[in-house]
């Protein structure tokens, strides 16, 4: 993928075509920090959705390739990786080590979570985790969520966040609409865990 067709797929992406947020906002839903103690509401949240296209990156470079796969929703139970089990333990141990989380609501309904780990490195902060959930794709949530995840990083110090992304299309195309770009290098211990992600990041100052 070329740095032009990149640059008009994150305007996509920031218009709303992106699965996950839009340039206009919902000034309806509320963004609030969460405690610990609120994890097990991750499962209010729809994950749902149908991915046809991945990237594969190579450098800063993104290769598009087609893809046929259905996200299923949380497992209420279970240790595996789509459980909501397993998901709670993962943002646990990202808050034990001072991680920040964050929530968009609805109401009184959760419709979107984020947590973000400042220091993972010496200046370098982690969005660890973002889901927003289907039918509020497409409206700002994913946006705010992300903005207030890199105003709690520039605040605690960090001049660059990191994110090891899904490699959907549309997951990888909002993040770019965020301002996030493909890394030359990825952080080795994030690469190491999830090597098939594309790993994106994007500077706070």
């Given at each position: 993928?070329?740095?032009?067709?990149?640059?008009?797929?994150?305007?996509?992406?920031?218009n709303?075509?992106?699965?996950?947020?839009?340039?206009?906002?919902?000034?309806?839903?509320?963004?609030?920090?969460?405690?610990?103690?609120?994890?097990?509401?991750?499962?209010?949240?729809?994950?749902?959705?149908?991915?046809?296209?991945?990237?594969?990156?190579?450098?800063?470079?993104?290769?598009?390739?087609?893809?046929?796969f259905?996200?299923?929703?949380?497992l209420?139970?279970?240790?595996?990786?789509?459980?909501?089990?397993?998901?709670?333990?993962?943002?646990?141990?990202?808050?034990?080590?001072?991680?920040?989380?964050?929530?968009?609501?609805?109401g009184?309904?959760?419709?979107?979570?984020?947590?973000?780990?400042?220091?993972?490195?010496?200046?370098?902060?982690?969005?660890?985790?973002?889901?927003?959930?289907?039918?509020?794709?497409?409206?700002?949530?994913?946006?705010?969520?992300?903005?207030?995840?890199?105003?709690?990083?520039?605040?605690?110090?960090?001049?660059?966040?990191?994110?090891?992304?899904?490699?959907?299309?549309?997951?990888?195309?909002?993040?770019?609409?965020?301002?996030?770009?493909?890394?030359?290098?990825?952080?080795?211990?994030?690469?190491?865990?999830?090597?098939?992600?594309?790993?994106?990041s994007?500077?706070?100052?």
């Amino acid at each position: 993928m070329s740095e032009l067709e990149m640059k008009r797929n994150a305007e996509g992406a920031a218009n709303g075509r992106g699965g996950h947020g839009d340039e206009q906002g919902d000034t309806a839903i509320q963004i609030r920090s969460m405690g610990p103690a609120e994890l097990s509401r991750l499962g209010e949240i729809d994950r749902t959705e149908r991915i046809t296209s991945i990237y594969v990156q190579h450098g800063v470079d993104l290769e598009e390739q087609p893809h046929n796969f259905d996200v299923p929703p949380w497992l209420p139970t279970g240790d595996g990786f789509h459980s909501i089990p397993h998901q709670i333990g993962f943002c646990e141990e990202h808050i034990a080590r001072g991680a920040l989380l964050f929530g968009a609501f609805d109401g009184e309904r959760l419709v979107g979570m984020g947590l973000m780990t400042p220091q993972v490195r010496p200046g370098i902060a982690q969005l660890a985790h973002l889901h927003v959930s289907d039918r509020y794709r497409g409206r700002g949530v994913g946006r705010r969520l992300v903005e207030k995840m890199a105003e709690a990083a520039r605040e605690m110090g960090d001049l660059e966040m990191v994110v090891s992304s899904s490699p959907s299309a549309n997951t990888v195309r909002f993040y770019m609409g965020c301002g996030f770009a493909p890394m030359a290098e990825p952080l080795a211990e994030l690469f190491e865990k999830e090597p098939e992600d594309v790993h994106l990041s994007k500077r706070l100052d």
